[in-house]
């Protein structure tokens, strides 16, 4: 495990992009994450990083030669999507990060300056796009928290299934229904009983959860330590893993979700880089002690000590009425990403124990992140009991599960002493109807 | 619904391709499956058609004029995946097939032989790839008869679960580790109980499935008729879901099987058209009489008279000792998938009705295919009561389940009075132990 605290994670370090120093800002010198973007459709997408409200044009920053890096290094960030980048590991990372720190820095002279800020593009002139062309979406579920009470609400009883404190527990995802924060989430269709019929999911839900994009991974390279996990995480995301419960309910038995999920999936457009979440590094959430014994491969000292990241989520409901009326949104769930019980590196990990490659570009997601209240769920499905508790907005109106109209918006910061604060933008998405 | 039998499928035409017309042979000119092949390492990938033990090479081919074809289908023919042919549906595909048959007859001249022999590659000098870049891979549970006895073997009662004859029952599976035939199986290592530590799977099984790959479905078309999926079906193969059972059992509650599975699935390489099956096509097992009312979008009267596909399957089994002793294999079961519950339009109609999309080149599998029978059981699962009752092999070996140095051969045959019959390649792959 290498974690990497150095200058470009000093807390005084100002840009001469000037949106990028307001201290409430996601995007500071600091943080620098990537993402695809495309301007209009003459021109294909391209990998850009984001500093405050502009995006940095990186096809057109490597024609500038202002930075220097190796030709496939080069080849890599003149791609449509980043999986080539992502597939050349930390090293690429590590030294495009270095680099971009200094041509924005404050400190850089005027015709750096004047080379780079040709390069940059208004954000609101940008189409975010996903990151990677997704070979597989894996989606775990890994909150303690949130087992105890989705099994309370679907079963009865908070109680734990024995297999989950001894692996990390998680089932494939679909990847063609990915989206980046912003369009509208269908309300799905499907079949909820023997005699439902085909209607309206009437148990729309969302679901919480950090995604990471990973480096390739050998096939049958086994045994795959944690500390080699976490080399082949390249940088996080926010994920909406919107979920239809009564589908759920009705498919689930014997495979697992299915239609329930695969209708849509919206992620946040920045990938915040592994670099960049390093002073955020924290000890995992503490393991219980009646626990069962770990299989070896998923234990190590350094991930003992810095296997978690200390990221505080926060849930936001606006309904219809609520936006019409000119209120803001409502702050429903504050969770933190360092509450699970599993870490990202042991679900990269498990994942890779029984010899299954990992492709550059896959995204793993963590499942829903909750905290130890329940007001802290990452769902609806724990926070209202299924349905039997809803809660009043502060329009008056009472939600079970999610409304037509509503909007849910998620956002992401890590924060600590002595360190500059960093974000993950928006993942955002309205309720819909489906079109007749 | 449009299933065409036409000259192409006059059984009495014979192919100047001498090797196509042996009676048994798989691939006579009735068949002309697709796959994509590789003869070295310095040209690129492209796809072939199948004729007796030769490859027709689709882009060296359109180099001779010899079939016309409009633009963009010459541009698909030249990529180095099936996707963007696939994408063009059925109809590129029949006209195809036409100017193929024509072709490939014995009626055609000599000049038209020369030409079209010059693009032919003996099947020995190929490498065969994935047909596709498969982007989500989707796993089906359809057989009755499957269900019923992995329920008995699971749980001690051959009961259906009551979701199971209302929709079709299916999870994600893993796209990164699909394999065209021939490379072995590693018997996969994980966690398997509370304190089983990480260690060799002793439950390795195979699950016979019949898999097809899929056109373009539009996100959010509702609602999506079983005819209208039926023309999204490009063409079948024969796929082997290695499932690791005890592995299976640990982690599959809530979420359903992930490493499992996800460490390997075996495919043939040649996709036999939609259109070379039209004259197997037989209608769909009986409904039982206490089914619950299917969803609408899930009949039509076509489809209630040509809504499946008989074919053939069997499964052998050769283990090393076997091998070794000049022993053919032994076929352990034959079942024949026209016996599935649900048809392959109606995994499609299931998988589209909540709005989500399908990408050309998908593959979507049947899941295990099982006959009545406990003797034509599509996975040891079934067929040994999760090992319970195992069976003696002709060396006088017994297996409850796959042992090391075991070769499973999976083949497909439609046959049918007045037609020609047609084959499916092989499907096979050989247990080894991991790499230390």
Redesign the interface.
């Known amino acids: 495990m290498s974690i990497i605290i150095d200058e470009t994670h000093e807390s005084s370090a100002q840009s001469w992009v000037q949106s990028a120093n307001r201290m409430d800002g996601d995007f500071p010198l600091q943080n620098l994450p990537m993402g695809v973007f495309r301007t209009d459709m003459r021109h294909p997408p391209r990998p850009g990083i984001r500093i405050g409200s502009s995006v940095l044009d990186l096809p057109a920053l490597l024609e500038t030669q202002s930075v220097r890096l190796g030709e496939h290094e080069q080849v890599a960030l003149r791609q449509t999507t980043l999986n080539a980048w992502m597939a050349l590991g930390r090293r690429s990372s590590s030294a495009l990060r270095r680099s971009l720190f200094e041509l924005l820095h404050e400190r850089a002279n005027a015709r750096t300056r004047e080379a780079v800020a040709a390069c940059l593009v208004p954000i609101e002139d940008c189409t975010m796009l996903l990151p990677a062309s997704i ?2 979406f ?1 989606d775990f ?1 890994t909150s303690i928290h949130h087992a105890r009470r989705a099994s309370e609400a679907v079963r009865g009883e908070a109680t734990l ?3 989950f404190q ?2 990390p ?9 990915i989206a980046v924060s912003g369009p509208p989430c ?1 309300r ?4 909820t ?3 439902s ?2 209607r309206p999911s009437e148990k729309l839900d969302f679901e919480l959860e950090v995604g990471f994009y990973v480096s390739e991974t050998a ?2 390279k ?2 795959f330590t944690v500390d080699e996990a976490d080399r082949h995480l390249f940088g996080f995301c926010l994920v909406n893993d919107w979920s ?1 419960r009564d ?1 759920q309910r ?11 999920k ?3 999936t919206t992620t946040s457009a920045w990938i915040v880089t592994a670099e960049a979440l390093a002073p955020f590094r924290v000890a995992p959430a503490a393991r219980e002690p009646d626990a ?2 770990l ?3 998923l234990t190590s000292a350094a991930h003992a000590s810095l296997g978690a990241i200390d990221l505080s989520l926060t849930v936001t409901l606006q309904s219809r009425l609520m936006r019409e009326a000119g209120m803001p949104g409502m702050v429903i769930a504050r969770p933190n990403f360092k509450d699970q019980y599993w870490s990202a590196a042991q679900m990269i990990t ?2 890779a ?7 550059s570009g ?1 995204l793993i997601s963590s499942g829903t992140v909750s905290g130890p209240e329940r007001e802290d769920s990452g769902c609806l499905l724990e926070r209202t009991r299924d349905g039997q508790s809803p809660f009043t907005l502060p329009s008056g109106e009472s939600r079970s599960y999610l409304s037509d109209g509503d909007t849910i918006a998620f956002s992401g910061r890590c924060t600590r002493e002595g360190f500059r604060s960093i974000g993950f933008g928006a993942c955002v998405a309205d309720v819909v109807n ?2 007749a």
Do not use: K, Q
């Open positions: 070979g597989d894996t579920y299934h024995p297999n001894s692996i527990i998680a089932y494939h995802g679909r990847s063609s229904s269908h799905p269709y499907g079949v009983g023997a005699t019929g085909y096939y049958g086994l045994p239809a589908i009705w498919e689930a038995f014997p495979l697992g979700p299915f239609l329930a695969s209708f849509m069962p014994p299989a070896a491969e498990h994942h124990s029984n010899g299954c490659s990992l492709r896959d489906p079109p």
